[in-house]
């Protein structure tokens, strides 16, 4: 069974910056059709930040364009997602997803930025 465990998540000042991981276990990151992330705040529903594709290629939502970055490191086995410039608006429960033959959720790490 493959598991997502990420880990990163946190309390900061509105412009300050945190990195979040996805550590993927059983199974190679690179492997997968694709490798994401999603936040979900209250009361809202979730939606999708960033992503990256098995060829590299990567996705953001238009809210987080050039304050966030995705990236893989294949030898760690591991997914990153840096944000800069976060917004108290940034604010949620950050989720890992993995596609590959089925769906793959992390348990999600908590991101509160104040103002």
């Known amino acids: 069974q493959v598991q997502l465990v990420e880990s990163g998540g946190g309390l900061v000042q509105a412009g300050g910056s945190l990195r979040l991981s996805c550590a993927a276990s059983?199974?190679?990151?690179?492997?997968?059709?694709?490798m994401g992330w999603y936040r979900q705040a209250p009361g809202k529903q979730r939606e999708l930040v960033a992503d990256i594709t098995k060829d590299g290629r990567t996705n953001y939502a238009d809210s987080v364009k050039g304050r966030f970055t995705i990236s893989r490191d294949n030898a760690k086995n591991t997914v990153y997602l840096q944000m800069n410039s976060l917004k108290p608006e940034d604010t949620a429960v950050y989720y890992c997803?993995?596609?590959?033959?089925?769906?793959?959720w992390g348990q999600g790490t908590q991101v509160t930025v104040s103002s």
């Open positions: 059983r199974r190679a990151v690179f492997s997968f059709n694709a």
């Open positions: 997803n993995a596609v590959g033959g089925y769906d793959f």
